[in-house]
């Protein structure tokens, strides 16, 4: 098991910035393949960003790229999601996930979930 927790969700406006934490616990951390997800209500969830367990490489959807950044500190066992340009087509719940294997795109992928965190944007 490796669990995760988000943090760092909130209401912000439109053209507004946050950024989403996620820790991990354990030491192999350091190891790990992280990605964000983001889904809402009556949807499936879809892949927001990736990175490699070295930080060396990262994958963006193509409706975040320019605007988020994943980012990863593994001293810190966290890793980051910098949003910034927030549109309000960017609300909903937020997942930090983590796998051992592969810097993927796919939900199914990856075995280890965060309880997730709400980011609304309004217009």
């Known amino acids: 098991q490796v669990p995760l927790v988000e943090s760092g969700g909130g209401l912000v406006q439109a053209g507004g910035s946050l950024r989403l934490s996620c820790a991990a616990s354990?030491?192999?951390?350091?190891?790990?393949?992280m990605g964000w997800f983001r889904q809402t209500p009556g949807k499936e969830r879809e892949f927001v960003a990736a990175i490699a367990w070295s930080g060396s490489s990262t994958s963006y959807a193509d409706s975040v790229k320019g605007r988020f950044t994943i980012s990863r500190d593994n001293a810190k066992n966290t890793v980051y999601l910098q949003m910034t340009s927030l549109k309000f087509e960017d609300t909903a719940v937020y997942y930090c996930?983590?796998?051992?294997?592969?810097?993927?795109?796919?939900?199914?992928?990856?075995?280890?979930w965060g309880q997730g965190t709400q980011v609304t944007v309004s217009s």
């Open positions: 354990g030491r192999t951390f350091s190891t790990l393949f």
């Open positions: 996930a983590a796998n051992r294997d592969v810097m993927s795109m796919h939900v199914y992928d990856y075995p280890y």
